[in-house]
């Protein structure tokens, strides 16, 4: 089974400051269709998880613009440029390159 | 509007069996893979089972492999999860969740329900 250590496993963030948290893969996520399994959520509290960014760097449609998603392989990153109140709750990396599916271990982000 | 309603979840005994339904609404149910995924309270996601969206490709997390069986019924829009043998470590919410593809990999999961709580214990 497929791997995914996130860290930090929480972040203190003052708003309007960056954010940055990583997931790293066991095994590359990269297809030989040419496409990157790699997706980030974000579930608030109370709430169902919900998709920021699919595929490494795609912006679900809805998605603010201040969050972007990068890296290749094994190796990736959600940046949050600056942070809102809002962005509050916990993030998720996942990988959907083959079952079993599976998560990161999460990062908690709350603001200071 | 994406909907997926959860049910079938409760208070069952170590051992015994519990069956989840998921009735989905405003899209091609029959178009797309479905999944469970379920969530310890406090804790982390756990992709727990998918099906493909004719049924001829399943998988399943290694800790409800030969316990768990997910099927779906594309007439009646509905995906389950039959739980034998549970166990107090399957005590989680357990959601329904729409697959972006046909297939159970090669996508994201894109609508996730409000999700049913089952508790295993004595």
């Known amino acids: 089974d497929i791997v995914l250590t996130q860290t930090p496993l929480s972040l203190s963030v003052t708003p309007g400051q960056p954010a940055s948290i990583s997931c790293k893969s066991s095994q590359s996520l990269l297809h030989s269709d040419g496409k990157t399994y790699l997706y980030w959520y974000l579930q608030k509290p109370g709430q169902p998880p919900h998709l920021l960014i699919y595929e490494v760097s795609n912006r679900f449609p809805g998605v603010a613009g201040r969050f972007s998603g990068g890296g290749s392989g094994t190796d990736f990153t959600l940046k949050i440029s600056r942070v809102e109140a809002d962005d509050v709750g916990v993030y998720y990396c996942?990988?959907?390159?083959?079952?079993?599916?599976?998560f990161g271990g999460g990062t908690k982000v709350e603001i200071k | 509007e994406v909907q997926l309603v959860e049910s079938g979840g409760g208070l069952v005994q170590p051992g015994r069996s519990l069956r989840l339904s998921c009735v989905a609404s405003g899209f091609t149910f029959d178009n797309f893979a479905m999944h469970w995924v379920r969530q310890v309270p406090g804790q982390g996601l756990e992709w727990v089972s998918g099906?493909?969206?004719?049924?001829?490709?399943?998988g399943y997390a290694d800790s409800v492999k030969g316990r768990f069986t997910i099927s779906r019924d594309n007439a009646k829009n509905s995906l389950y999860l039959q739980m034998d043998s549970l166990r107090p470590e399957d005590t989680a919410l357990y959601y329904c969740v729409k697959g972006r593809t046909p297939l159970v990999a090669s996508g994201y999961l894109d609508s996730w329900g409000q999700g049913t709580l089952v508790i295993v214990s004595s």
């Open positions: 099906i493909n969206w004719i049924s001829s490709g399943r």
């Open positions: 996942m990988q959907g390159i083959q079952p079993p599916l599976t």
